[in-house]
């Protein structure tokens, strides 16, 4: 891949671990064209306060071959490097005030054109909303680039959910030849074939406590509108609605139980203005679009007579189920496997049983 001599400064300032921020941004407004830092011309430095300037390097000439060996190798592992000065750089992520310089990527790279929604959950998430969530990230990736992360719970059922449209982009908290959770790289893998891996973090960099938060303002910069589905009262999915309150974006949650300990979060935001979401259609009529019609799921009579009993009912143990609708246990529980088949159950802890 070709990168403009601009493209590989920005690269080259990036690489520079050691300063802040803020700092390389100085030291780019200072240069005014990128490649006077590449090419070490000017007084760049002198945005740098006191000793800070100890920290640029002084083997300049080292330091830029290093920066084409680590072009070279992402092209040789058929990963990009998107820097600001990039045409498909996303201007909303630039509308934040805290974009990367860079972003290392590995998939469908045209996914950074389209519209993107994020959706975010704790680790600890409910079966019942992670059905939920798959249901709702499916039918919103028909219209929207789902935004996510990698973690357990509700990021892998966003990622369920998205995978098979392709309309997916994930956002690491490490480099893309790492994987946290390790557990989870053949979801990577498969996420980098049908949609799109992101990081700020150099190839090998591995997930620290630091870089979640970091993650989580690429997440809600990314994307028009962020959905909350689980949360606790401090997890850094509110964090993620957070930063998407402070750029302006739209927040949706996914209602719970009071007392819920995986919802006081969502709650929390609702109770400040969230939108409530329970299906796809509250996002999709949010930003004016209509869910496209599928066709109903057949049902023999001893699951519309379960599922009608579910509907009612909200949650409930198995024996209830099967009271209620007028059957054998035997006859409820098949009934229950089928309908978790055709997505309009799920089954709880304890042998319960909810709609979807």
Known sequence: MNYSEEEKAIVFLDTQT??????????????????????????FL??????????????????VAETEKLLSELDKKGYFALTMLSDDYPESLKATGEEPFVLYGAGNRELLKKRKFCIVGSRVTPQWT????????????ERFVIVTGLAEGG??????????????????PCGLDECYPAAHHAMKDRIRERGLLLTEYPLKEKARTYSFHARNRILAGLSEGVLVVSAGARSGTSITAGKALDYGRDVFALPYNVGAAQGEGC?????KGAALVTDAEDILSFYGFQKKKKVAAALSEPEEKVLSVLREAGELHAALIAERAGLKVYEAAAALASLEIKNLAVKSGGNRYSAI
């Open 155 to 172: 990021d892998s059922a966003a990622i369920a959910g998205a995978i098979q449209s392709g309309n997916l982009i994930s956002v690491l």
């Open 267 to 271: 709650n929390e935001l609702l109770k």
């Open 18 to 43: 050691e300063l802040e921020h803020r700092e390389k941004a100085a030291v780019l407004r200072s240069a005014g064209d990128p490649a006077r830092i590449l090419r070490g011309e000017g007084d």
């Open 130 to 141: 992670q059905s939920v969530t798959k249901k709702i990230a499916e039918e919103v990736s």
């Open 46 to 63: 002198s945005a740098l306060k006191g000793d800070r300037r100890s920290l640029f390097p002084s083997d300049r000439k080292r330091k």
